[in-house]
């Protein structure tokens, strides 16, 4: 079976990752990994939620959606259906713990940034490009701060890059298009830090159950895809 | 008091209309008046709303929505908030009303076609925009489904593109920008054929109520408007 | 084609507006326009939202329903659906709008007035009926603030009606019943100060656009009928 | 203490029921019991709820509401909140039961009818107002299904009617207007047959529990205020 | 017809009361009528609502709900329709009042419980099973508080207890079950204090109304009932 | 530190598994893992959701929940907030996903199994109690449907359980409660088979990112707690 772009098991698709996209947010990306599009925003915010207050510490958050033509079939609109759907809360929390990684609350101090990640266009891999790319709008955003002095240190301690890994057939693979990951029989997320540490391992049996082997495996190639768009985030913002 | 982009008071912002924006609709385009960013998605299904079956007619309609981020203070995301707002209600249904202007009903056969509109980024004039946008959208997807012979005749009757006219000051302006557009006493939005009649005209007197005089110079400040914009959808579709 | 109560296409339909249909409103009016009849009750609230406080100015805002069989086939209420529908959203704002353009908020000072506006028995115009009435109603409710005293000056600086004229078949007709309004090609709704100015104009072509001659015959017969509106509120309030 | 309209704590508040008041609906009535103004509409609808299907039997509802602005403090309206407050569901509950008590389902047949009682001004007894109009309408919309031959059968086969009683002070009284319900130790309302049989009894301690005896005068005022209840709405469907 | 449990008509079923039945609740009680089974818990907050503030007064409060298996065949969740239905409502409201009637407010001080009632398992009877436990929960909350000297004095004044009364057939029964109660042509819930008084009587005909001597006949059931579960309450709290 | 229950840190708490808690659902568990008590309810279906008819294929799934009281301070129902949140969210899709694992949707049929897991009690491992106790409860539900001959095969083609891990300051340890939760660095999920295979492994950084070391150990001590629970599953079965 020949994968997208030509690529092996072990690559990543192309992979851009397009700064100050937006006039108005502090931050803002619109991250491609191959043809899956995600618009990263990032909002400042002085001031934290009311059970933070006066703890001298800063938030982080995000939500993620979908627009509803970024899929192969429509979906109707989470406004329109008057409620947010399991998956799209279940995003938008992983979204934001996995940048909350990255922040020292204190040197933030009592301020807030919310990550907006609206998926313009979907195939596979939308929650780790939003990720991915929401890293790199925090980091502008946080410079913005910074250039304020609104904050009382340096917030931003750590990077962080995702990517999904799975297995089709019975071969692992790096970075599964939307056509790999219907036919995944394993699919699994993976958060990490710059530094080669995990944030989140999320693995799922689509069918038969894995192995230990197969699940280590999976974090190797993982590790490795990682590695490489840590690389990507670095020198979009040098 | 000078514009943006060094225009006089009758001219049109720099406007640019990109069509398959995206892979997956069948007729999509990223419309830009100025700062302001609309992504178009059309979306064709077969068949018509339970009112409308057994008819033999099509039917067309739109959604309209803006990113949280699009504007330079952000807003809360409807589906957060669990109701669509008022606002959001009448763009949405301003568009249907104008792109439904264009069909033929009866030569689109049971058919429909959604247009989604996702305003990416808001500098004043988001809902001409779309619409102006969503015609060419529109105009692709109804092509797509003449190549699959779905509809019994060609349903693509007329054109119609729309701009916002409004009193600056004392002064009558053409394809008012956000800053332009707080300062408004009058704001007229204005969709017209591609023949030069009207589908909708809607004035507000936002500040000072506005006399007759007024209103026939904002009308012909916007028949050259849409005319223009007529003359760039149709080399869009060239 | 005759028209209800035998009257010309040029003529209102009979009008009456009762004042003090209700026992606990500020002020409060039955309007009715032939068989279409709206109960406007103004409520005064000191105080202001949120967003304007500490502004030293009031403000005004209506809302718009119909109860579920004021129409031919009966409508499911709107709370027992848990949302409100564009319609009754678009129409509110309109209604809003237009009373705000009556009123100095200085001379208001920091106090709200809430129209509602319940349309008891629909036949047609039931959003210029509404307009037309919660003027009164508006009025009368300034009269109590003010001889309680509770406003700095006299916020009532101008008076507000509203009619729909529209073209039916081919003929311009002023203040539509229902029966004309189904059938009627273009629908324009128009409120006007008792100074002839205008404080929206929303034209719709419902089915074949229009040009700008019947534009201008619809705003003529749009200016006689509200002018004859505004001599009957004058009435009414003597 | 003195009763408005200088009654007896035997005596009802003038009460008139005017038949018709609405052009659309198949039965309507404005039921008033003093201050207390309550439109009542019958919709008819042929076909009943999905689970009653097949059965050959109809079915009889309502809705209960209450205008914003029917009360001394304007109330929010329940379509705005987006749900349904526990006193409107569980009075617009009472009152269908109530009139199902008059029906014969058989001789319904699969026809359905709905009423909508909209409280317009509210003084005390709403409910039990809105129970006293609404069968007066459910009596002229049968009586419109019959003249269409809809039915199987004759499906009136009672009649009801339903007042408030309460303690105020040590005193029972009949039918108590808004002041005195405040102030009432014990409230309750009591729905009965033309027959004088007992549909509904909801009593309520909202003060000093009561005792047996109290219980007994209670229901003696209420048998005696459903009579003449009872024989004003035969003089009306007269 | 034999009744479950081989009773007498005028017997209950065999009721527990289990105090502690959670490590969190201030109070907590499992009870059982037969196989109804509500769990009961009351939760402390020192403070009021908003609208009672400032006055020194408490509140009690309680919120009813069913499991979804708790009945025969399954109920959809209520947080998945995402409203609450007219029942929940209205058994919400009654639980609340009837503990509101055996407590002081004044003695209670600024301090809230609200009694969570939720049915594990429902075979008819919940609503009376309910308050019967409810009180249980309450009486050992309000022990919990005094022990915490969070009472300016002694709230608990009175003790309820309730339980449903029917005709099925033409028989007067006492504690209906599932299977009694769909068959009864009256249904009757009575909530009663220690000392034999009413706190609320809500009687209702689900087939042919009654007269005034089948209501005193089940008013003498519930009677006795009430008192029986009153010593029961009073054994468990011993 | 010592641990709950005097436990080492490989060491479940005291897990209890009672089934045919409920009398009316096809299968009914109460799990206990120490003081988290979990009542899984199994309610069997004939037919299964609109996209799946006439595939000849089954389906199971899960809703989670906690009681309001369950835990140590209140939470508000999510029925009356009117939305589930995201966690409600997430581990119900966690919870239907894990037990699909098990099951042959050929053998089903086209039935629907659907687990609802109410939390009785919480304290720490609610989802995985919820998974192991689920397991169970279908089981008893696929064997009342063998028992009417419902399904075509024996759809019961594995077992599963899940236990959390997790690095309390640097210790590892198994079956967390809330106490240890709260103060964990890292937090794991894993849900396995019978027979020892993944899934689900649902791994999160609290507060330092963890390396490949610590995972590996984590994985370690949930293997042999999973298979502990798997013996204690088979146990209850027999």
């Known amino acids: 079976m020949a994968r ?3 690529r092996r098991s072990d ?4 992979v851009t990752i397009t700064r100050n996209w937006l006039a108005h947010a502090e931050g803002s990306v619109l991250v491609e990994f191959g043809g899956t599009r995600v618009l990263c925003a990032a909002t400042v915010e002085s001031g934290v939620p009311r059970w933070r207050k006066g703890s001298g510490l800063g938030w982080v958050t995000a939500e993620y959606a979908m627009l509803p033509r970024s899929t192969n079939t429509r ?7 008057g409620k947010i759907g399991g998956r799209t809360h279940e995003i938008s929390r992983l979204i934001g713990r996995s940048l909350r990684a990255c922040v020292d609350y204190k040197a933030l101090g009592e301020n807030s940034v919310l990550l907006d990640c609206d998926v313009l266009q979907a195939d596979g891999g939308t929650r780790t490009a939003a990720i991915t790319g929401a890293y790199v709008a925090l980091a502008d955003a946080i410079a913005w701060m910074r250039q304020r002095r ?3 240190g340096d917030p931003l301690v750590n990077s962080v890059a995702a990517v999904s890994v799975g297995v089709v057939g019975t071969e692992p693979m790096l970075d599964l298009d939307y056509s790999e990951d219907v036919k995944a029989e394993t699919d699994m997320n993976v958060v990490m830090t710059g530094r080669g540490d995990y944030v989140e391992v999320q693995g799922t049996a689509e ?5 230990r082997t197969a699940l280590n495996g999976l974090l190797d190639l993982a590790a490795a895809g990682c590695a490489e ?3 990507l985030q670095a020198e979009a913002l040098a």
Chains 1, 2, 3, 4, 5, 6 share one sequence.
């Open 75 to 81: 979906n109707d609109r989470e406004s329109v259906r």
């Open 4 to 6: 997208s772009h030509g």
């Open 229 to 231: 768009l840590t690389r």
């Open 207 to 211: 069918g038969t159950p894995f192995d």
């Open 150 to 152: 609104m904050c009382p």
């Open 11 to 14: 690559q990543l698709r192309p």
